[in-house]
């Protein structure tokens, strides 16, 4: 029997069904995970959340006896609200498995017993189209086939890395979890600048949403790495050797910039810790 195949006998809790919540519900209806199998808890659930209850999802019901997985996907500062909801998985053979920034392992193993398996993980917002990165880690009590069945439900929105130690999460969020933000908002300034130098709106962002999402896809598709692909755009005394000159100051260009911005971020999340 396949994971999923587990998964679908024993039932997955969603706690919290938002942004994240919402992307990997449909990410596990991709995979063939029938609506039947998925229990949800949400105080104001969406129309679509409706309408698959209607196709047999458990919208706001019973606590189920024992899913194969807990996934906890709301806010830091509504945990202490909504974990006691929850709390009686513990000390069974549920999974307890949390997306929640900066919310350590132990606050969970306050509540469900050290003994229950728990693996953190931090994912980021592409997973809405399948193409996040998602970082993992387990406590003690999670042995290899809880980090594979966790994997497995993670590996439905994009892509999976185990880490080391529970303390490279707060740098992982500051970079990946936060950084389609910082992407976006690249987005936003490419448009702004050609906008400033003469390009109507549409045609700025158009070619702003292009050059970027083209430059990741070869980034990821490409033999050769970021620093060869960027010498690979720029001519001797050409057009991006001046934009570069700018871009990558050493003191005033984009380098100093992108690490006070992944420290801020990485700085918020331990702060979350409490
Ligand atoms: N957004 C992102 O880029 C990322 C977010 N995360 C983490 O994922 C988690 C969810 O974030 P996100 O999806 O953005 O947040 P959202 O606010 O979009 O989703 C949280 C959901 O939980 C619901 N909720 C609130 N209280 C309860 C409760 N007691 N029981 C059940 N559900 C409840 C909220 O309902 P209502 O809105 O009505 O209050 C909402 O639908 C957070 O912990 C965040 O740190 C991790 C990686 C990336
Ligand atoms: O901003 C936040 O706190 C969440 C965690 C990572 C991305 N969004």
Redesign the pocket.
């Given at each position: 029997m396949g994971i999923f195949d587990r998964i679908a006998d024993k039932g997955i809790l969603l706690?919290?069904?938002?942004?994240?919540?919402?992307?990997m519900l449909e990410g596990w209806l991709s995979k063939g995970l029938p609506p039947q199998a998925i229990h949800v808890?949400?105080?104001?659930p969406s129309d679509r959340l409706k309408a698959l209850a209607g196709q047999g999802l458990h919208l706001n019901a019973d606590l189920p006896a024992a899913p194969a997985i807990c996934l906890?996907?709301?806010?830091?500062q509504?945990m202490g609200?909504?974990l006691p909801?929850v709390a009686a998985l513990g000390g069974g053979p549920t999974l307890v498995l949390?997306?929640?920034?900066?919310?350590p392992i132990a606050r969970f193993e306050q509540v469900f017993g050290a003994a229950t398996p728990i693996v953190r993980a931090?994912?980021?917002?592409p997973?809405a189209i399948g193409r996040g990165i998602t970082a993992l880690i387990g406590n003690d009590a999670a042995g290899p086939a809880h980090l594979d069945m966790a994997e497995a439900v993670l590996a439905a929105i994009g892509e999976t890395v185990r880490l080391e130690h529970e303390d490279q999460i707060d740098a992982v969020?500051g970079l990946s979890?936060?950084g389609?933000?910082y992407v976006f908002h690249l987005i936003e300034c490419l448009a702004a600048a050609g906008e400033a130098e003469g390009l109507a709106p549409a045609l700025a962002m158009r070619l702003a949403k292009a050059t970027v999402a083209g430059a990741g896809m070869l980034a990821m598709e490409a033999d050769e790495g970021p620093a060869q692909l960027r010498a690979n755009v720029t001519s001797p005394n050409g057009t991006t050797q001046a934009g570069l000159a700018v871009l990558m100051d050493a003191e005033n260009g984009l380098p100093p910039l992108i690490r006070a911005t992944v420290a801020a971020a990485a700085g918020r999340s331990r702060e979350l810790k409490g």
């Open positions: 706690l919290g069904c938002g942004k994240m919540g919402s992307a808890r949400d105080p104001n906890v996907a709301v806010k830091p509504m609200a909504a909801d949390s997306i929640a920034a900066g919310t931090m994912p980021n917002t997973a969020t979890g936060s389609p933000a």
